[in-house]
């Protein structure tokens, strides 16, 4: 557990990353494979991963994620993988409308969480992001309108210096046997 820990407390986002640096596709891979094996309700696995390393389209992607004056630095990440929306299946459609609880977006939280915590193992830093003009990113992947891009993990090799993590103190957001 110890290991595990330590990629957790390591892991953290990233908001500058080296242009020059492209990440290799072995680790790439490596990180897919990961969010693929994410656990998902029923199985369902409502995900498809649209992995974007072309320079010139991953530029254009960071203009995208880039509005409002936010996320500027999207514009450096050499990978952005976008995270759309998959039909869940039918148990897990059933469960969602008899609980109330989209299960498809936990879902796609966890696998995020998988391919946050791959990245941080291959020495590169992520940042996850769901401000962005959703609708351009669609047109320049080929994404259908009716899908729901959820979010881009930006990936690279960092330029700056871990922060120190600051976190609530566990007594605050856990309990034992009752709220």
Same mark, same amino acid.
């Given at each position: /557990? ?6 957790? +407390? ?8 080296? =242009?020059?640096?492209?990440?290799? %596709? ?5 990180? !897919?494979? +990961?969010?693929? !094996?994410? &656990?998902?309700?029923?199985? #369902?696995? &409502? ?18 994620? #880039? *509005? ?11 990978? $952005? ?6 039909? #869940? ?10 609980? $109330?609880? $989209? ?14 915590? #791959? ?10 992001? *769901? ?15 009716? =899908?729901?891009? !959820? ?8 330029? =700056? ?7 609530? &103190? /566990?007594? %605050? ?7």
């Amino acid at each position: /557990m110890t290991d595990f820990l330590t990629l957790v +407390a390591a892991r953290q986002s990233d908001r500058a990353y080296d =242009k020059t640096h492209p990440v290799e %596709k072995e680790k790439l891979e490596r990180i !897919l494979e +990961a969010a693929c !094996l994410a &656990p998902s309700a029923c199985n #369902a696995q &409502p995900w498809k991963f649209t992995i974007i390393t072309d320079k010139e389209l991953s530029e254009k992607i960071g203009k995208a994620v #880039a *509005g409002w004056g936010m996320n500027k630095f999207a514009e450096e990440a050499p990978v $952005h993988i976008l995270v759309t929306e998959e039909p #869940a299946g039918i148990s897990s459609t059933i469960g969602s409308a008899v609980k $109330h609880k $989209h299960y498809p977006l936990i879902d796609l939280g966890i696998a995020a969480a998988h391919i946050t915590l #791959a990245a941080e193992s291959e020495g590169l830093g992520s940042c996850i992001l *769901g401000w962005f003009d959703e609708n351009e990113i669609k047109k320049l992947v080929g994404i259908p309108s009716s =899908k729901r891009l !959820l979010l881009d993990i930006i990936i690279g090799y960092p330029t =700056k210096e871990k922060r120190k993590k600051i976190r609530k &103190p /566990m007594e %605050k957001v856990m309990s034992y046997n009752k709220y």
